[in-house]
């Protein structure tokens, strides 16, 4: 085929599917190992990298490997999930569990379609296999990604990796099961501490709430339709922008008056990592506080909500007022190896990459 070096062309390893059942234990007993998965999926399918998320779009829950960050920024920025090309094989992933762009795709469409001349090409990308598996009704696709010299998924290769298909289905709605009993267990942590918490989905919808939060509700703030409303316009208008599809909440706090007790302040807690979960489909954490009431440590609330340890979540504050890594060592009496050990476990935990992000994270906690 032109434009395809038969040596550098990777074919499917002998234990792809052996390999594959052992790490899909892995990620439904502990969630975060997702990315792992995919990571070893796409070596050992002889990939360039992976896309995990769902085919519909309607909400941009998803995670690829660090190969494709630059080409999975772009796909969502400019807008090119809204009209993927690639959507077209949505109906061979549901009838036999894999789609190829030789199934809807022909060489002169190739050619010209800015999908493949424009977003692919700019990454040395072209070739797709997408694995769908429904969860809870809702199509799933794990997209491999080949690039040109890697040539196209051949026929033999299809048939091995539909096999992954009901694979995924039974691991996701495992994984969804573990999620929504994590998303419980939070919203219970807040109760134990008297802090009214409510978890929104990807399109601002509430998934769980716990006792202290539906204590809240009333005349000046209720749930409608599975969305939070205010009687003040300015605070509905300020509830309906967490209904975000993609990224973080535009708002960090919504202040919420109240006719006959005072208002009620609403911290945006955006979840990240292990912590949102890919198939419980969480995005937002909802703190109350009402003035005049016990505020709860911050130190608590970083444990409770990204399962920071006690000894991370002092690193965690104590970085996130200025002080550098070795003064914190300094002042814990902990080695410098062992600081930076923490503060690797601060970032993966929490979606910070830098000392900034740790400082607006904890900003937005500490009221």
């Known amino acids: 085929m032109a434009g395809v070096r038969p040596d550098l ?33 796409v070596r050992a399918s002889g990939s360039e990298g992976a896309l995990l998320l769902r085919s519909d779009r309607r909400s941009l829950e998803s995670l690829c490997t660090a190969s494709l960050a630059d080409a999975s920024r772009r796909y969502f920025d400019e807008g090119w999930h809204r009209d993927d090309h690639r959507l077209r094989g949505i109906p061979f992933m549901r009838t036999r569990g894999i789609a190829v762009d030789q199934d809807f795709t022909t060489p002169e469409e190739v050619a010209r379609l800015p999908f493949y001349q424009d977003l692919l090409a700019s990454r040395g990308l072209r070739w797709f296999a997408g694995i769908g598996f429904a969860v809870k009704g809702r199509l799933w696709c794990l997209s491999l990604q080949r690039t040109v010299e890697q040539g196209p998924y051949e026929a033999h290769e299809q048939r091995r990796l539909a096999t992954l298909s009901p694979l995924l289905q039974r691991a996701a709605l495992l994984t969804s099961m573990v999620e929504q009993a994590r998303l419980a267990g939070l919203t219970q942590a807040f109760e134990l501490i008297d802090r009214p918490a409510l978890i929104l989905d990807f399109e601002g919808r509430a998934l769980r709430w716990n006792d202290a939060f539906g204590a809240l509700l009333g005349r000046d703030l209720k749930l409608t339709g599975g969305r939070l409303t205010a009687d003040n316009p ?45 198939f419980g489909g969480a995005s937002t954490l909802l703190l109350c506080s009402v003035p005049g009431t016990m505020t709860v440590p911050t130190s608590t609330i970083l444990q409770a909500v990204y399962r920071l340890t006690p000894a991370e979540a002092r690193l965690a504050l104590a970085l996130s007022t200025g002080t550098s890594l070795a003064e914190s060592a300094a002042r814990f009496a902990i080695t410098a190896a062992t600081a930076r050990s923490q503060l690797k476990a601060i970032f993966a935990k929490t979606g910070a990459t830098r000392q900034s992000d740790l400082v607006r994270l904890v900003a937005s906690l500490a009221r």
């Open 9 to 41: 062309f990777a074919r499917l390893r002998d234990d792809l599917e052996t390999g594959f059942r052992e790490d899909l234990e892995e990620a439904v007993v502990d969630p975060a190992r997702w990315p792992d998965l995919a990571e070893r999926t």
């Open 234 to 278: 300015e605070a509905t208008r300020q509830l309906e922008a967490l209904a975000r599809p993609f990224g973080r909440p535009p708002i960090s706090s919504v202040v919420v008056p109240r006719q006959d007790a005072p208002p009620i302040v609403i911290h945006v807690v955006p979840l990240v990592g292990p912590t949102r979960g890919l």
